[in-house]
């Protein structure tokens, strides 16, 4: 495997090298890239291997799956629609897809493109589904997400929301009269110089070296598969880029804009909170804004079959990051490597709350099935913490797609009534809120970003 930093120069950037070779022997990860940019110098990286089965040494310009860090190429899409007045985020969907339907018709009617942006929908929001790699695949996409259950009222609870983006994206086609990747490319790719990023079907990226996505069974690390998320499903999380062209478009985000793609000030817009997301902080246009201490950083996370990126920039500090795994266990590794990077460069550091102790006739109350979409797990109570029990139920990137391996058991315990800190991996650190009506009777537990209704 291609592990060694005895070339890199760079004192931090060497640091944080060692630091993922080191998670990576720990935690079994084949594959990891990162770019680090700050006050004009770009630094980039490449360890491991594209895959077990077939493996090429990774380096800064392979390919990953980026997830839902495509989220924000549609947000700023759509931010430049706006400026050209060709949308406003709070029209109704309708205005812009004729006889749009929900399961709920009052939400159909009412939902704005903004609320699409903010994950403030309310609907199922993690259905995934493959219409085929024709340029009517999203038009489809959006005619059957109308029977997703409306979860939340809308407007009323952050909970991160996969299929608004579908929606946004089909707002993008009905504009522009182009196909959302085409749309994209012309608009942003093109224009941004983002040589090495791509949209599967096309087989363009196919020429250049690519990773492939593993998961752990069992303690033997495989090859995850499918390898293809579906074409509906680009504007959500379709992008493949390397290190480098993610942190030439987080440079781009911290400009004052370019001449007849963005200015500035669309640009910062999209910067300002929108929406409370609880324990992850506050949600912009799809940029998530959380301060590690005094350090605002704005952000957004990926996660596909097996992969899982993480991307944020400061732009007061001139600083962004992206890091791209071939791994389920990732993630582990990017929230890790963040917090360290932070530290190192600016001294800043998570203040993480101190557990408190509870008894098991208080925990009592929050034990119980929670559920949304397809995501589910069991909340049991033993000794004087809360154990996740995860329940894997499939259905990604297909309906049919079978179960997964579940995740291990972890304890939670509260730090506030009603608030919650992962004791163990993945959710070490991870902080979770439980959420009553207006009785106080308890009704979601938000965790992972999505509030998961209790059914029993």
Same mark, same amino acid.
């Given at each position: 495997m291609n592990l060694s930093t005895s070339h890199i120069k760079n004192p931090n950037f060497k640091k944080i090298a060692k630091k993922i070779v080191s998670e990576m022997k720990r935690l079994q990860v084949p594959g990891v890239a990162i770019g680090i940019w700050h006050k004009g110098k770009e630094y980039a990286e490449g360890f491991g291997v594209t895959s077990v089965e077939h493996p090429l040494p990774v380096t800064a310009d392979t390919l990953f799956q980026t997830g839902s860090?495509?989220?924000?190429?549609?947000?700023?899409?759509?931010?430049? *629609?706006?400026?050209?007045?060709?949308?406003?985020?709070? &029209?109704?969907?309708?205005?812009?897809?004729?006889?749009?339907?929900?399961?709920?018709?009052?939400?159909?009617?009412?939902?704005?493109?903004?609320?699409? *942006?903010?994950?403030?929908?309310?609907?199922?929001?993690?259905?995934?589904?493959?219409?085929?790699n024709g340029d009517d695949a999203l038009e489809k996409m959006v005619k059957d997400i109308v029977r997703l259950p409306q979860i939340h009222p809308l407007g009323k609870i952050w909970s991160y929301n996969n299929t608004g983006f579908n929606i946004a994206s089909r707002i993008i086609e009905i504009v522009t009269g182009k196909p959302y990747e085409q749309a994209v490319q012309e608009m942003l790719f093109d224009p941004l110089g983002l040589e090495?990023?791509?949209?599967?079907?096309?087989?363009?990226?196919?020429t250049h070296r690519f990773v492939v996505g593993h998961r752990k069974i069992k303690d033997k690390v495989q090859v995850a598969r499918p390898w293809a998320i579906g074409r509906a499903s680009n504007g959500v999380g379709g992008v493949l880029s390397t290190v480098r062209d993610l942190v030439k478009y987080a440079q781009f985000h911290m400009s004052n804009g370019k001449k007849n793609?963005?200015?500035?000030?669309?640009?910062?817009a999209m910067r300002i909170p929108q929406a409370d997301a609880g324990p992850r902080g506050m949600m912009g246009i799809t940029w998530f804004i959380r301060k590690v201490g005094d350090v605002t950083l704005y952000a957004h996370g990926g996660a596909t079959n097996g992969q899982q990126a993480y991307f944020f920039f400061i732009p007061d500090k001139e600083f962004a990051l992206a890091i791209l795994t071939n791994s389920d266990d990732g993630g582990i590794i990017t929230s890790g490597i963040t917090n360290y990077t932070l530290d190192l460069y600016f001294n800043a550091k998570s203040k993480l709350p101190a557990p408190i102790e509870k008894t098991a006739n208080e925990l009592k109350e929050y034990a119980?099935?929670?559920?949304?979409?397809? %995501?589910?797990?069991?909340?049991?109570?033993?000794?004087?913490?809360?154990?996740?029990?995860?329940?894997?139920?499939?259905?990604?990137p297909t309906p049919d797609t079978p179960p997964g391996p579940a995740m291990p058991r972890m304890?939670?315990?509260?730090? %506030?009534?009603?608030?919650?800190?992962?004791?163990?991996?993945?959710?070490?650190? &991870?902080?979770?809120?439980?959420?009553?009506?207006?009785?106080?009777? *308890?009704?979601?537990?938000?965790v992972g970003g999505r509030a998961h209704k209790k059914i029993k």
């Open positions: 860090i495509s989220k924000t190429f549609t947000g700023t899409l759509i931010m430049q *629609l706006v400026e050209q007045g060709k949308v406003d985020l709070d &029209a109704p969907v309708r205005t812009y897809i004729k006889g749009f339907q929900l399961s709920d018709k009052r939400v159909g009617k009412k939902v704005t493109v903004r609320q699409l *942006l903010t994950h403030m929908g309310g609907w199922v929001g993690d259905y995934f589904n493959d219409f085929g090495m990023s791509f949209f599967y079907p096309s087989d363009l990226f196919f793609v963005i200015s500035g000030k669309s640009l910062r119980g099935r929670y559920l949304i979409g397809i %995501e589910c797990f069991d909340l049991k109570v033993k000794g004087r913490h809360l154990i996740y029990h995860h329940i894997p139920l499939g259905g990604f304890r939670f315990s509260f730090y %506030e009534k009603d608030k919650v800190i992962g004791l163990d991996e993945p959710y070490k650190d &991870a902080l979770g809120d439980f959420i009553r009506d207006e009785h106080g009777k *308890l009704q979601f537990f938000r």
